[in-house]
């Protein structure tokens, strides 16, 4: 009863009285009235939208004052020292990457302006998911980058609060939030039909509530402090949430929270057999395995599906039970915060609940008290996030939370003592993935028990894990964190299985007979599911793993790796051979296990090989990452092309700069610590079979292929090399420094082409967690630039278009630091390596060291780390030199499929092989005796011996049609068993046929031989196991083949010294004195062609070894001239032959180009004649008058030339625009100021159109309209400018044009039906065509003659001319033309810009247009000129002008308007006909506009335009003159209406005394005398009062329209219905754009730019340089 009486009385009354009742110590009276009056306004079945009730706790909150006061008091105790500032998505933000210990720290921009961080790397950006500022919080920046504001303790000083301020608040706020949560129990339904609107429907009702939560939390510490114990007390949870026992509508509502509680799987199982209790805990936890046991229900339809059914499909249980009993005790709702958590994860995060949770994060206790409870609700999160339809708003949401929570090392370190958060994580990142297993068909399809993820699952596909591997990744940046992880044995076997789903992803299967008819783009989600989810956790953790003290870590890391590897092996059933035809791109384990060698052995100085596996575990590892090397080649050579564009994407994903670092760059160097440890001879063997090119390697000139196309052989080859090179030339893992990596990536990319700053940052890989390695925008980067790089400032090409600050290498860059292998490695486009090649060879052309076409430079390479050594065994072993040696051999016998490239490859190998010796070549060694070598081609594996030995006989199989068979075998061949022993291996792959007792080396035997050896099998089992399965029958189809003994009697030096001879053209043979050079010139050498490389090579080994020296003289003293008479073998006379035919063919070449250049000349000079047969005379303008021709035009549609005819005129290509540029003109020169607020006006009363408009309107005050209509010119604002590009066609072609153009509707951005076009010479854009007149060229004579006239007779002949009326013409074609533009030009401004008289539509009205456009035309051709027609000269622009046909069609018509000869300007001037004069101004109605008034310019184009064409020059220089008079006495007039009276009485009597002198008619003093004694008589209207003076309202731009997008940093410019984005006049400090502001780097005005903008502006040309427009619908 008591309560219902104070609901009746006034609220804050009310309040006051129980605030002052509580504040008396008594039996709490006062307390159990406030509560019974709470009971009333909070009724939990009253409507949530009321109102009321809220007004209610606003008052009793303040305890009688006024809201707004009680808000401002409360926050005058505020100690809080972090800014905490939320913010939602679209939010500008600021983040200094100088200041931040986190990588995720943000500020507001309140905060980023108070601080200080000048010259610091920072930029601003959008918000993506939201955010909060971090001003203040130590643990996530640096003190030196707080504001002002947050870098005082401001606790310190604030005084403690009166404990009677929040007493009402900490009584009420526990009431109102069991109300909020009692309406969000009741609100919630389980997810079915319908059920998302009344969610939403709920939240709206609930949002005033949930906003005065959020409002209270501004109000600082003292209220955050009061609702945090709230928010975290136990007690008054266990109070409220259940209600009181008689209360039926808390019972109730509290059944519904259980009931939402079971159903999302958070109540134990002993909870669900006894309801008691409010306890809720981890799903993820309360259940054996990953899943959570309430989740089930949904997980088990999921696998009953058939398609998901994986049999193998493993759970993955928690190392130790008892960590799950610790988490089930903890995780009970015992306080309203982990209620309302609860609900905000089942209402799916709604933004307002977002905001409020994290606005009380700056109070230490909540922040603590939240994250354990959104840690606790981990896994129910991320089960909801996976059920939900919104998943992108809601990972936005939950990573918006996450984020504030995890970036703090020492909460995220709390928590995973605590609360285990690196299990809850890993846990449910297993299972999430879980859900979306399918069986692996690598390999073994039937039998395979590996299961791997399916990236086509809505979960994949959108990046639904992204909020949680986005935590783990944050988490795992804080080292304290990762070592934990890093120490928990269970957790990295979990987590190495976790990857395993990952290895074998999204597998190719290559198709050999049709297309794919749907190509798959699940690739996307495959790659980026491996970068985030494996590859980024990887570099987290290895930035832990830098030094010996964390060596324990890296052993076990890589112990867990080798581990799981053997078990996919074994899951896979994989023995030693991949499956034909298969690929996946996605190994994370082996690059796990890449990346862990490689930081062992580079930071932690752990020895290599106590890392390493047993020789066959290398074996097995090695193939996977050969195989993607094999298949890029495959790519490139077209031989995946059936299964269509997505192949060549994923090979370009694979080695694009975001993802090389965790892919490309491990995959190679575990290939390189596999090459080192395993036997070299297998190694090269297996490299050259699974490039499938074994076949191609023998020294036959014809050999058959089962694998490859002909056409696929030489591409192939060529990879295979490029491979093996790759392999054996980089050091980024293998001993590089991170400055040295740096430096090669950056000379790399510049060298493909000049990068901008941010597009060479982008390209650049980095680790991609910024605390490791690299990070780019640090100094290291900007110092490593200017040591590489120059900088070109942008500038704009002759076309107009605006390039962007540039940077490009140095040309001691070129010089010595090119690489191109690091090119090869680093290109996505394969056009890129042709890009850097070009330009390498323009700077050699530039500098003078190589003008022909230079091959890619050899590049000497870095040590190796000692551990890697091994490395070089490669390049000395002696299948390698046997390939080589075969493929020198083929070039120099031009083999077909050979290329420049494979030479340069081998060419590359050999020197390689020069520069690494192993340790006991170094010494000369002398000569091994041949014929102790029976079993192979050379005697050791030294490179240094094997180059000088000789090979006599290989033994070759070929077909029986080869050219080889022909021969006769040599008679040595049976008596020489050494000779035969050094026959040929056999690189035909037919490897079964045992040839044994011929010692034919076959590659892949030898290769199979060592594997056998290796893994010490029974000679059954290893030939069972390593028999591929299409080795049967596979050579069934061909033809026989034949073994042939071939005689070659040379070694590689001799065959070096071929080449050379080849290469040079016979024309420089290698000299020995080449070999003797001294170090200096031997530099030199690095640039060149391959015969530059010859001779480094033989250089290199001559000065290695003197066997190699003494072999090199002879073979040349041997060659020497003069020639001694040789034998020519079939193939050498071939290679002669075809050096003659090419000679000749040269020769050819020269004398038809002769022949040509002579015909040409002649032709040239009888054109001359035809055109000027009299040149001599014509020459001589003063002499004789030049004959009259008429003018002829070319029509560049039909192509035929001829005059301009009255029935088939010819017209020029015009483009008609409204321009307004002329009325912006201003007195001031002063710079304008860019206005940014409604009272800022940026256009003054000083440009020329409002000063036109002011005028005209003062005259039609005083004056009579139409002779107003004649005194001034109008088109300053919205007049029209005529273009032409200069080009001329007929009309009737034009029309024909217009007509196919509306068919075919090709032309974007203009519109056919408003007859828009484009030149179809020089498509400049166009909108109409002005008729040319038909008739002779000027008559010069007449222009020029000289003239005797007096002055008063040439007056008289003008007024005669004046009076001739313009005769009618003639309908004819031409004049429905000219009728026809003058529409056009009409249609071209808007109607406002032409009715300037008092009667719209009169014929003055027309009059006055006519002239205006004929003055707007004449004003920009002088300002396009600079303002003066004396010094100005012509433009480009000036000589294409179109002016004479444009006043030709504006006088046709002008002349029609007759002027009657009573008001005829010429009379009154002239003063011939006074009396007439004297009646004008008396007729009754306003006045004529005095002569004084009129404005001289358009008089003159009026004189101009209505006398007959043509115009003598004295009747032109008549009207000037008159005209001038006019204007010098309208100067002196204005000149004294601005004088005081004291200076006109001085002027006025000093110019009477001068009209006394004899030459007063010449003296302005007179004249000036004589203005002022006239002005004086009367009232001038010059001085008229200001204020009658209005502007009209105009539109600024005439339909060309100049804006500046502030968002997105860009200029826009709208022409009509089109636009065009012209650019951006604002760039950063690297003269680059920033268009969308993405970067968000401080930009600054280029001067250029803008000056460039309005010159474009000025002169029109907006349409010309501007090239992709486009219709704007308005909708900009």
């Not at 945090?228 to 109070?239: M, S, V």
């Not at 799916?348 to 606005?359: A, D, H, S, Y």
């Not at 036959?700 to 089962?706: L, V």
């Amino acid at each position: 009863m008591m309560a219902a009486s104070l609901l009746r009385r006034d609220k804050k009354a009310t309040a006051a009285q129980l605030k002052a009742d509580l504040n008396r110590i008594d039996d709490g009276s006062g307390a159990r009235l406030l509560q019974d009056l709470l009971d009333c306004v909070l009724n939990p079945e009253m409507q949530a939208g009321d109102t009321e009730a809220l007004e209610w706790c606003k008052c009793l909150l303040a305890g009688g004052d006024a809201f707004d006061e009680f808000c401002k008091t409360v926050r005058s105790y505020d100690n809080a020292t972090l800014c905490g500032l939320v913010w939602t998505a679209n939010f500008v933000a600021y983040r200094c990457r100088t200041c931040g210990i986190s990588p995720c720290m943000s500020l507001c921009a309140e905060c980023f302006n108070n601080g200080d961080h000048t010259g610091h790397d920072f930029n601003m950006f959008r918000s993506q998911a939201g955010g909060a500022c971090d001003c203040g919080d130590s643990n996530v920046m640096r003190e030196s980058g707080f504001c002002r504001r947050h870098r005082s303790k401001t606790g310190e000083n604030v005084p403690s609060i009166p404990r009677d301020l929040l007493l009402m608040s900490e009584m009420v706020l526990p009431r109102f939030i069991i109300h909020i949560v009692q309406h969000l129990r009741d609100g919630y339904t389980e997810p079915e039909t319908g059920a998302e609107r009344d969610l939403q429907k709920v939240l709206q009702q609930l949002d005033p509530h949930i906003s005065f939560l959020e409002e209270l939390t501004k109000m600082g510490g003292a209220m955050r402090t009061v609702l945090t114990k709230i928010l975290t007390n136990q007690q008054t949870f266990k109070d409220l949430s259940m209600g009181q026992e008689d209360n039926v509508y808390a019972k109730k509502n509290y059944d519904k929270y259980l009931a939402a509680l079971k159903s999302s799987g958070l109540v134990s199982a002993e909870e669900k057999a006894g309801a008691g209790g409010a306890d809720a805990v981890l799903g993820a936890h309360s259940l054996p395995g990953a899943a959570a046991e309430a989740s089930a229900g949904s997980v088990k339809e999921e696998d009953q599906d058939g398609g998901q059914n994986v049999g193998q499909r493993k759970r993955v249980k928690l190392s130790s039970s008892t960590k799950d009993k610790s988490i089930m005790d903890a995780l009970k709702h015992k306080c309203f915060l982990e209620e309302l958590l609860f609900w905000t994860i089942k209402y799916e995060f709604p933004q307002k609940m977002v905001t409020f949770l994290l606005n009380m994060l700056p109070d230490q206790d909540y922040k603590i008290a939240f994250t354990k409870t959104f840690v606790q609700h981990y896994a129910f999160i991320m089960e909801t996030l996976m059920r939900s339809h919104e998943s992108d708003t809601m990972s936005n949401r939950i990573v918006h939370i996450s984020v504030q929570l995890f970036s703090n090392e020492e909460l995220a370190r709390h928590m995973t003592e605590e609360c285990q958060l690196l299990d809850i994580m890993v846990t449910v990142l297993h299972y999430m993935m879980e859900s979306c297993l399918i069986k692996c068909e690598l390999q073994d399809e039937e039998n395979s028990r590996h299961v791997v993820v399916n990236c086509g699952e809505p979960l994949l596909k959108n990046n639904t894990y992204w909020p949680l591997v986005s935590d783990f990744i944050n988490i795992l940046s804080h080292q304290s964190v990762a070592k934990r992880f890093l120490e928990d044995h269970s957790l990295l076997i979990l987590w190495m299985s976790f990857v395993s789903f990952f290895q074998g992803m999204n597998l190719n299967k290559r198709e050999l007979n049709e297309h794919v008819e749907f190509e798959s783009q699940t690739y996307y989600a495959a790659f980026a599911a491996e970068l985030e989810a494996c590859a980024q956790p990887m570099w987290g953790l290895l930035t832990h793993c830098k030094v010996k003290e964390t060596q324990e870590y890296t052993k076990t890391v890589v112990r867990y790796c080798l581990e799981t590897l053997q078990m996919w092996f074994d899951a896979i059933g994989f023995v030693d051979e991949p499956a034909p035809n298969q690929l996946t791109f996605h190994l994370p384990l082996h690059r796990y296990y890449a990346m862990f060698l490689s930081k062992a052995v580079k930071c932690q100085g752990i020895d290599l090989d106590s890392l390493l596996p047993d020789q066959e575990m290398l074996m097995k590892i090695m193939v996977h990452p050969l195989q993607i090397q094999a298949s890029l080649s495959e790519i490139h050579s077209n031989m995946w092309v059936r299964n269509g564009l997505q192949i060549k994407g994923q090979a370009m994903t694979y080695v694009q700069s975001h993802f090389c670092n965790s892919m490309i760059d491990p995959d190679i160097f575990l290939l390189q610590v596999c090459a080192s440890r395993l036997d070299p001879d297998y190694f090269i063997s297996c490299v050259f079979e699974r490039f499938k090119v074994v076949d191609l390697l023998t020294m036959a000139s014809q050999h058959q292929n089962a694998v490859l196309e002909p056409e696929q052989e030489r591409p192939m080859l060529e990879g295979a090399l490029t491979f093996l090179v790759l392999l054996t030339s980089l050091r980024i893992h293998l001993g590089m420094a991170d400055d040295e990596i740096l430096r090669a990536e950056m000379v790399s990319q510049l060298c493909m082409n000049d990068r901008t700053h941010s597009s060479l940052l982008d390209l650049i890989p980095e680790n991609p967690n910024p605390k490791s390695g690299i990070i780019p925008g640090s100094c290291s980067f900007e110092a490593m630039l200017s040591a590489v790089a120059d900088f070109k400032a942008p500038v704009f090409e002759p076309g107009g278009s605006m390039q962007q600050g540039m940077y490009t290498p140095k040309a001691e860059v070129w010089e010595k630091e090119f690489d191109p292998i690091m090119v090869v490695l680093r290109t996505v486009y394969r056009r890129d390596v042709q890009s850097a090649m070009d330009r390498y060879a323009a700077f050699l052309k530039q500098t003078g060291m190589h003008s022909g076409n230079p091959w890619p430079p050899y590049k000497e390479r870095t040590p190796l780390h000692p551990c890697y050594r091994g490395l070089v065994k490669l390049l000395h072993c002696k299948t390698l030199h046997i390939v080589m040696f075969t493929l020198l051999y083929k070039i120099s016998m031009d083999h077909s499929n050979m290329s420049e490239h494979v030479l340069c490859m081998v060419l590359y190998l050999i020197e390689l092989g020069l520069d690494n010796l192993v340790q006991e070549d170094r010494e000369d060694e002398e000569p091994s005796i041949e014929e102790h070598c029976h079993d192979s081609w050379f005697p050791g594996t030294s490179l240094l011996s094997n180059l000088h030995h000789v090979i006599n006989f290989v033994r070759v199989r070929v077909p029986e049609n080869a050219p080889e068979v022909k021969k006769e075998p040599p008679a040595s061949t049976s008596s020489e068993p050494a000779a035969a022993g050094q026959t040929s291996r056999r690189l035909t792959g037919n490897w079964r046929e045992n040839l044994r007792e011929a010692q034919v080396f076959s590659l892949v035997a030898e290769r199979r031989r060592k594997f056998q050896e290796i893994i010490n099998r029974s000679s059954r089992e290893a030939d069972q196991a390593v028999r591929p399965k299409a080795s049967s029958g596979r050579w069934a189809p061909t033809p026989p083949l034949v073994t042939e003994i071939l005689e070659v009697r040379e070694s590689m030096l001799s065959l070096l010294l071929k080449l050379h001879r080849k290469l040079s053209a016979l024309q420089d043979p290698f000299s020995p004195e080449r070999l003797d050079e001294p170090p200096a010139s031997a530099a030199r050498r690095t640039h060149g062609d391959g015969v530059t490389a010859i001779e480094r090579i033989l250089a290199k080994a001559a000065a290695h070894s003197r066997h190699s020296r003494r072999s090199i003289l002879d073979l040349c003293a041997r060659n020497a001239p003069p020639v001694p008479p040789r034998k020519h073998s079939p193939s050498d006379k071939k290679t002669m032959d075809k050096e003659e035919r090419r000679q000749k063919a040269r020769e050819r070449q020269q004398k038809l180009l002769a022949e040509f250049a002579s015909r040409q000349k002649s032709f040239m000079e009888t054109a001359m004649d035809v055109e000027s047969p009299d040149g001599d005379m014509a020459m001589d303008l003063d002499a004789l008058e030049q004959p009259e021709t008429e003018v002829l035009y070319d029509c560049v549609i039909c192509g035929q030339s001829g005059p301009s005819t009255e029935e088939r005129p010819t017209g020029l290509v015009v483009l008609l625009q409204a321009t307004s540029v002329l009325g912006h003109r201003c007195r001031s020169t002063e710079p304008k100021k860019l206005p940014t607020s409604d009272e800022e006006h940026i256009y003054p009363a000083d440009t020329c159109g409002a000063i036109h408009d002011v005028r005209l309107t003062l005259l039609q005050r005083f004056f009579k309209d139409s002779s107003c209509l004649q005194s001034v010119s109008i088109g300053w604002d919205g007049g029209v400018y005529v273009q032409t590009c200069g080009h001329t066609l007929h009309i009737d072609c034009h029309k024909s044009y217009m007509e196919s153009l509306r068919n075919d509707q090709v032309l974007q951005g203009s519109s056919v039906e408003k007859g828009e076009f484009t030149c179809p010479l020089c498509r400049q854009f166009a909108n109409s065509v002005l008729p040319c007149q038909p008739g002779r060229a000027p008559e010069r004579g007449v222009w020029h003659g000289h003239t005797n006239k007096g002055l008063t007779v040439l007056v008289k002949e003008v007024e005669e001319l004046q009076d001739q009326l313009g005769a009618f013409p003639t309908e004819s074609n031409l004049t429905k033309e000219m009728e026809s533009v003058i529409k056009d030009i009409k249609n071209t401004t808007q109607k406002k810009y032409m009715d300037y008289g008092k009667t719209p539509g009169s014929p003055d009205n027309d009059f006055l247009f006519m002239y205006s456009v004929a003055r707007t035309n004449l004003e920009l051709e002088l300002v396009h000129r600079g303002g003066d027609l004396c010094c100005g000269g012509a433009s480009a622009a000036a000589k294409r002008s179109c002016l004479n046909q444009l006043f030709h069609v504006l006088a046709m018509h002008m002349r029609l308007y007759s002027i009657d000869s009573a008001y005829n300007p010429w009379t009154r001037l002239t003063q011939i006909s006074c009396s007439r004069h004297a009646d004008s101004t008396c007729n009754g109605g306003s006045p004529e506009v005095p002569m004084l008034f009129r404005d001289v310019p358009s008089l003159l184009i009026i004189f101009v335009l209505t006398m007959p064409q043509p115009l003598r020059k004295e009747h032109f220089t008549c009207v000037v003159k008159v005209l001038y008079t006019l204007q010098f006495t309208q100067a002196l007039a204005a000149l004294c209406v601005r004088l005081g009276p004291d200076e006109r009485q001085a002027w006025s009597t000093s110019g009477a005394l001068k009209k006394s002198l004899s030459n007063a008619d010449r003296c302005w003093e007179a004249l000036l005398s004589h203005a002022i004694n006239e002005l004086s008589k009367g009232r001038s209207v010059y001085a008229a009062d200001a204020d009658h003076m209005s502007m009209h309202s105009q539109a600024c731009g005439a339909a060309t329209g100049i804006f500046l997008l502030i968002n997105a940093s860009v200029i826009i410019i709208i022409r009509g219905h089109r636009f065009c984005l012209w650019g951006s006049v604002y760039l950063d400090a690297h003269g680059e754009e920033d268009r969308d502001l993405r970067r968000g780097k401080p930009l600054f005005l280029c001067e250029e730019r803008y000056r460039v903008l309005g010159q474009q502006w000025v002169s029109h040309t907006f349409d010309h340089i501007n090239k992709r427009w486009g219709p704007h619908y308005n909708g900009l």
